[in-house]
Antibody, heavy 122, light 104 residues
Framework: QVQLVESGGGVVHPGKSLRLSCVVS????????MHWVRQAPGKGLEWVAI????????LYADAVRGRYTISRDNSQNTLFLQMNGLRFDDTAVYYC???????????????WGPGTVVTVSP | YDLLQPPSVSVSPGQTATINCSGD??????ISWYQQKAGQSPLLVFY???GRPSAIPERFSASTSGNTATLTIRETQALDEADYYC????????FGGGTKLTVL
């Protein structure tokens, strides 16, 4: 069965960095575009970034562009999110999600991980 | 580009719940819907005009007309109580603000 498991969350000070990982199983990772989506405490879902199946293309939300980097290692079935210059409003549960289609403008998320919590605190 | 959802919808058990999502030219976009129960990850419940994952009951359906997309849940049950989010793509991923469905 399809599984996605995030890790790497924690408590960090503003301005610091954190690297999240998402290990997947149950499907051929290298065939799927992948996303990161976050959810601030008590708030709604916010899309963060997407990476193409071969890792050559990335796209970011305005709120994180220039600070976050999405990457992947298809040999290790792992998705990453490098987060630099963290701010208080980056505090959230971060989910990795599999893209269902791979077609631009029809992207949607058919499987999600349980999430990892990132807290930016003084 | 914004997707607008009502913050809350209430429905009696056994009745039909409708959750709307509005946005400019929404009929031109591919809309998906997610259910998120307290403390859980989001779950895809409907995509496009006809797509329902195999684990989702047939009570769930969705449609889009003009600038409004609608998720319909027939014969609503207590276990349907959750937050529901619409989602689209417009040069970036977009989510509606979410609708809390209360079954009472």
């Amino acid at each position: 069965q399809v599984q996605l498991v995030e890790s790497g969350g924690g408590v960090v000070h503003p301005g610091k960095s954190l690297r999240l990982s998402c290990v997947v199983s149950g499907f051929t990772f290298s065939r799927y575009d992948m996303h990161w989506v976050r959810q601030a405490p008590g708030k709604g879902l916010e899309w963060v970034a997407i990476i193409s199946s071969d890792g050559t293309n990335q796209l970011y939300a305005d709120a994180v562009r220039g600070r976050y980097t999405i990457s992947r290692d298809n040999s290790q079935n792992t998705l990453f999110l490098q987060m630099n210059g963290l701010r208080f409003d980056d505090t959230a549960v971060y989910y990795c999600a599999r893209d269902a289609t791979g077609y631009a403008y029809r992207y949607y998320f058919d499987f999600w991980g349980p999430g990892t919590v990132v807290t930016v605190s003084p | 580009y914004d997707l607008l959802q009502p913050p809350s919808v209430s429905v009696s058990p056994g009745q039909t719940a409708t959750i709307n999502c509005s946005g400019d030219n929404l009929g031109d976009k591919f809309i998906s819907w997610y259910q998120q129960k307290a403390g859980q990850s989001p779950l895809l419940v409907f995509y496009g005009d006809h797509g329902r994952p195999s684990a989702i009951p047939e009570r769930f359906s969705a449609s889009t007309s003009g600038n409004t997309a609608t998720l319909t849940i027939r014969e609503t049950q207590a276990l349907d109580e959750a937050d529901y989010y619409c989602q689209a793509w417009d040069a970036a991923g977009l989510f509606g603000g979410g609708t809390k469905l209360t079954v009472l």
